[in-house]
C-alpha cells in the first residue's frame, strides 16, 4: 500500500475541495478501512455494475458511459485478482479506491458513476452481497457436519454409554442418541442461518446518503439483478441499519455454544479418567516438556474461540446501541467484528466437519462405565411401580439396595434375587420382584426399553437418523 502522486489521491478523495489543509497522517491511518475492507472488492465492483445498468437504462448515463464503466472495472477485477490493484491508504476505503482507479482507467464515465449514489448506501450494500455469499459457504460447512454427525450416530446407534446428570452417571444412553443431541442443535443453527439470510436479502442501493436521491432511478431493476429479494423500505433505515450483522453474530455466538459444549464433552471423553474416546494425531499436539502427552488443541481452542465470537455480538450491540440515525462514521467499526465471526465460524465447522467421522469410540470403555454407576437404579424403580408399588416408595427401596451394594462394593445385578429383595427392604413382599428384573437390570434392557419418540432405544436413534437424513 501507498501513498500516491495521483491527483485524486493528493486531493484526498471527492470532498477535498471543502478542505483548506490535508489530513493529518494519523488521522488518515485512524479513519481510512483499506487495510480491512479490501475484502469487499469483489462485491463493490458488482454493486458498481448494477447500479451503472440502472443509470444507464434510466438514461441518467449514457450507454458509452456504461461501456466504459464495464470495460474499466473488467480491468480492475484483473488487476486485483492478479495482485497488481495499487491500494492507496490516501484513498481511505475500497469504495473510493475503485472509484479513483476506474476514472484513471476510462475518464468521465468514471466520474459519473457515483451519481444518485452515495458511500453509505453503497457499504451497506456490500456488507449484505459480502454476508450473503459468506452465509452460503457456512450452510453448506454446516450441512457436512450435520451429515458427520448422522454418520457417527448410525455407526454408534446401539453402543452403550452412561449418560449424565450434574456430571454423575444418571441413566444408561446410546452414544448415537447423544450425538443425536448435537444434531438437533445444529440443525436449530441452521434454520436460524436460513432464517436471517431472508430478513437481509434486501437492496439499501438508492438510499444514497439517507434521503434517497433527486434521480429517476429505478431500485427494483438494481436489486433483481443482485438477487435480492426486494429493496430496503425506508432510506435513513437503509444506509444505517446493522440489524443483520448482529443477527448474524447471534447465530454465531449460539452455534459456538453448541460447538463448544461438544468440545467440552470431547475433552473429558478423550481425558484418560474417561477414556471413552481417541482423536486422530492431527487433530492433537504434544507437550514440548510432558513426553507422554496428546492434547485434545482443537476442541479446547474451539471453547476459546467461543469467547471471540461472543466479543464479536458484544462488539457490535454496542456499536449500534448509541448512534442517532442515519449513518455515523461509527458504522466503519462494524466490518472486523463480522469477519472475524465469519472467520471463525466457517474455521471451526470445516475442522468439526472433516474431525466427526474420526472419532475413535472406546465401546467396552463406555459400557462398563455406564454398569459401575447404577444407571439402571431408576429401571428397578419403574419395575417395582409396574408391580403395584407407589413410585416414592420403589424409589425409597432402591436407594436402600443401592447403598447396600455401595457398602459391599458390587452392582446390582451381583445380588440373588432374594439378597435383592431383602436390599431394597421388600423381603416381605416377594410378588413384587421376581426373575424378570435382572434382564432390564442390564444396561441394554434398559435402554431397549425407552422406546417413543425421542427416547434412546437404538431403534428411536435410528428413526431420528432416518428424519435428520430426510431433512438434509
Ligand atoms: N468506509 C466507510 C464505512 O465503512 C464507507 C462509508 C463512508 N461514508 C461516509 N459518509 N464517510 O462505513
Given at each position: 500500500m501507498s501513498s500516491s502522486n495521483n491527483s485524486l489521491a493528493n486531493k484526498a478523495?471527492?470532498?477535498?475541495?471543502?478542505?483548506a489543509e490535508p489530513v493529518d497522517e494519523l488521522v488518515q491511518r485512524y479513519t481510512a478501512s483499506i487495510d480491512f475492507d479490501q475484502r469487499f472488492a469483489m462485491v463493490d465492483i458488482a454493486g458498481s455494475l448494477a447500479h451503472a445498468e440502472m443509470l444507464a437504462t434510466q438514461k441518467i448515463i449514457s450507454a458509452q458511459d456504461l461501456a466504459d464503466i464495464q470495460r474499466g472495472m473488467a480491468q480492475i477485477k484483473s488487476e486485483i485478482e492478479s495482485g497488481q490493484f495499487n491500494w492507496?491508504?490516501?484513498?481511505?476505503?475500497v469504495h473510493l479506491n475503485i472509484e479513483a482507479r476506474l476514472t484513471a482507467l476510462v475518464g468521465d464515465a468514471g466520474k459519473r458513476l457515483h451519481t444518485g449514489r452515495s458511500r453509505n448506501d453503497q457499504v451497506a450494500t456490500d456488507l449484505r452481497l459480502w454476508l450473503r455469499d459468506s452465509v452460503d459457504d457456512i450452510a453448506i460447512t454446516l450441512k457436512s457436519l450435520r451429515l458427520a454427525l448422522l454418520d457417527l450416530a448410525e455407526k454408534h446407534a446401539a453402543t452403550i454409554m452412561p449418560g449424565h446428570t450434574h456430571l454423575q452417571v444418571a441413566q444408561p444412553i446410546t452414544f448415537g442418541h447423544h450425538l443425536m443431541a448435537y444434531y438437533e442443535m445444529f440443525s436449530r443453527d441452521a434454520g436460524r442461518l436460513t432464517d436471517l439470510r431472508a430478513r437481509f436479502?434486501?437492496?439499501?442501493?438508492?438510499a444514497a446518503a439517507l434521503a434517497g436521491t433527486t434521480y429517476p432511478i429505478d431500485r427494483e431493476q438494481v436489486a433483481k439483478i443482485l438477487g435480492?429479494?426486494?429493496?430496503?423500505?425506508?432510506s435513513l433505515d437503509a444506509v444505517s441499519d446493522r440489524d443483520f450483522a448482529i443477527e448474524f453474530c447471534a447465530f454465531s455466538s449460539i452455534l459456538m455454544m453448541h460447538v463448544s459444549r461438544l468440545s467440552e464433552e470431547l475433552i473429558l471423553w478423550l481425558s484418560p479418567r474417561f477414556g471413552f474416546i481417541d482423536l486422530p494425531d492431527r487433530f492433537c499436539t504434544g507437550s514440548s516438556i510432558m513426553p507422554q502427552k496428546k492434547n485434545p488443541d482443537v476442541p479446547e481452542l474451539a471453547r476459546g474461540k467461543t469467547g471471540r465470537v461472543y466479543g464479536d455480538l458484544i462488539s457490535l450491540l454496542t456499536l449500534m446501541?448509541?448512534?442517532?440515525?442515519?449513518?455515523?462514521?461509527?458504522?466503519?467499526?462494524?466490518k472486523e467484528p463480522l469477519f472475524d465471526a465469519v472467520d471463525t465460524v466457517q474455521d471451526t465447522l470445516r475442522i468439526f466437519a472433516d474431525m466427526i467421522p474420526h472419532i475413535e469410540v472406546k465401546a467396552e470403555v463406555m459400557k462398563k462405565a455406564a454398569e459401575d454407576g447404577f444407571a439402571t437404579a431408576t429401571d428397578l424403580a419403574d419395575y417395582l411401580v409396574k408391580k403395584g408399588l407407589a413410585f416414592r416408595d420403589a424409589h425409597e427401596a432402591v436407594a436402600h439396595a443401592v447403598k447396600a451394594c455401595v457398602g459391599r462394593n458390587c452392582?446390582?445385578?451381583?445380588?440373588s434375587l432374594p439378597e435383592l429383595r431383602f436390599a431394597c427392604g421388600l423381603d416381605n413382599r416377594p410378588?413384587?420382584?421376581?426373575?424378570?428384573?435382572f434382564a432390564l437390570l442390564t444396561v441394554d434392557g434398559s435402554v431397549q426399553s425407552?422406546?417413543?419418540?425421542?427416547?434412546?432405544a437404538p431403534a428411536q436413534v435410528l428413526a431420528a437418523i432416518k428424519r435428520g437424513r430426510a431433512d438434509l
Open positions: 478523495q471527492a470532498w477535498s475541495a471543502r478542505f492507496q491508504l490516501a484513498l481511505e476505503d436479502n434486501r437492496l439499501p442501493l438508492g435480492f429479494d426486494g429493496i430496503c423500505n425506508n446501541k448509541g448512534q442517532p440515525l442515519a449513518y455515523n462514521k461509527d458504522n466503519q467499526e462494524d452392582m446390582l445385578t451381583d445380588l410378588e413384587l420382584m421376581s426373575d424378570d428384573v425407552r422406546q417413543h419418540a425421542g427416547g434412546t
